[in-house]
């Protein structure tokens, strides 16, 4: 079997690519280790910078989220008991972020793909890639492809495939997990929460009208199992508490622990294969860049493929520099505000400096103004 571009990964970043491919006529293999029902309902991130939404936007597969993805212009952030407002539209001329679940923006590339008739071939793990050759392995038989993306994930196969000594990478491990809930409540919120709190840092999102989706911070060696739903509710309602504002409960519908890592490989590219997303780059979740750095890594390999099919590789050659800018700037931003806003054991003097910058943030517009703007991705777009 033969195609143009090799693509391993039907997460954001592999499927978006794909959409830009397939309105470029570029063709395209997709090949996913999981099943269609699992790759649609694995949980995971929920904010959507502007840029993403106007790119699926162009990529035609907007739609739903059009209807239903709900735009919010701003963010609260909680600390010593107070809820301040960030004005994320009004600082940044207008950008905003829209909540709508990774799961649904999933489900409408996939649906675009299978209308569209083109391969998605899901259980279908790759087992090795050839990067120099542009081979793709996988138990079913070998596609040999002028360029492969690698959109597998932080533990997928393409990254691995590098040979010793091309790669350098960094790396930052965080002593916090957050447990993640979704419920079936009303969120009690107009826009997100995130909370400083000596208890630990908490987390309040939503998914939709109906559905809330809620985080606080734990050891990230704990297990769901240690969190039973009252403790849950418990450390929430704790650690956002307000005078004048109570937090409804519900009936919660999924519990995980998520671990914090920072990560990234340089160069992002080696022979014929392209790392994409995760695959590349791993942020820790305070922040929500993690699914929008992957669609944008998917935009800037779409269009440096385009140029290459057109007689030009420039941008092809280039396309790890292009995009390790933005994601730096998204690193930096994970971090920084991973940093504000988690309990660090128990020293004073972190916490009196997450404090300060807490109010400065609140107080100083420029301070705020810089936070709105990596918050929408206005200079992370690059
Ligand atoms: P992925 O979504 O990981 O997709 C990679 C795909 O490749 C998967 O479908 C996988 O099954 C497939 N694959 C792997 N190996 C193979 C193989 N050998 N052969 C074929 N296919 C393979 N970000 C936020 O901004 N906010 C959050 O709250 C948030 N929560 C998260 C929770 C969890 C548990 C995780 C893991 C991530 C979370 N993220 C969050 C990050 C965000 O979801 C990711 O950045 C985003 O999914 C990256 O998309 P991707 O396409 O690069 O990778
Ligand atoms: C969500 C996740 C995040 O990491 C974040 O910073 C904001 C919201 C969410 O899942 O809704």
């Known amino acids: 079997m033969r195609t143009q571009v090799g693509i391993v990964g039907a ?17 395209t293999v997709v090949l996913e280790d999981r099943t269609r029902e699992y790759v649609e309902h694995r949980i995971r991130a929920g904010v959507l910078e502007q840029g993403t939404v106007e790119l699926l936007r ?18 609260h952030l909680q600390f ?3 809820r301040h407002h960030v004005p994320l539209a009004e600082l940044t001329g207008g950008r905003a972020i829209v909540i709508y679940g990774q799961t649904e923006v999933v489900k409408d590339l996939i649906a675009a793909r299978l209308e569209s008739g083109l391969p998605l071939l899901f259980e279908t793990p790759v087992e090795s890639v050839d990067a120099e050759a542009g081979v793709i392995r996988h138990a079913g038989g070998e596609i040999e492809c002028d360029v492969i993306a690698g959109c597998d ?14 790669l350098r990478t960094f790396e ?6 957050w447990l993640g809930i979704l419920a079936a409540v009303e969120p009690s919120i107009d826009e997100l929460v995130y909370a400083h709190h000596p208890r630990g840092f ?8 109906e559905l809330s989706r809620y985080y606080v911070q734990c050891d990230p060696a704990d297990d769901a199992a240690d969190w039973p739903d009252d403790r849950v509710w418990a450390e929430l309602r ?20 998520t671990g914090m890592r920072s990560f990234v490989a340089e160069p992002m590219q080696y022979g014929r294969l392209y790392l ?3 695959a590349a780059h791993i942020v820790p979740p305070t922040g929500a860049k993690g699914l929008n750095l992957a669609v944008a890594d998917a935009r800037t390999l779409a269009e440096a493929l385009v140029d290459r099919y057109a007689g030009d590789g420039r941008a092809l050659d280039g396309y790890s520099d292009a995009c390790l800018r933005r994601v730096w700037r998204a690193e930096h931003f994970s971090y920084w505000m991973t940093s504000m806003l988690h309990r660090n054991g128990d020293d004073p003097f972190e916490q009196r400096l997450q404090l300060s910058q807490l109010r400065y943030v609140t107080v100083s517009e420029a301070a705020a103004t810089s936070l709105a703007e990596n918050y929408v991705g206005l200079t992370t777009m690059g």
């Open 202 to 209: 908490a987390l309040l999102s939503l998914r939709s009208p």
């Open 11 to 27: 997460g954001p970043a592999g499927l978006t690519l794909a959409r830009l491919l397939e309105l470029a006529g570029i063709e």
């Open 80 to 82: 010593e008991g107070e």
């Open 238 to 257: 704790e650690r956002t508490a307000l005078d004048g504002w109570s937090l409804e409960e519900g009936p919660v519908l999924e519990k995980g622990v």
């Open 58 to 75: 162009e990529a035609g597969v907007a739609g739903r989220l059009d209807r239903e993805g709900i735009v919010h212009g701003g963010i």
């Open 172 to 177: 930052r491990d965080y002593p916090f997990g």
């Open 153 to 166: 994930g932080f533990h997928g196969v393409c990254r691995p495939s590098i040979p010793p000594g091309v």
């Open 276 to 278: 994409a997303g995760d």
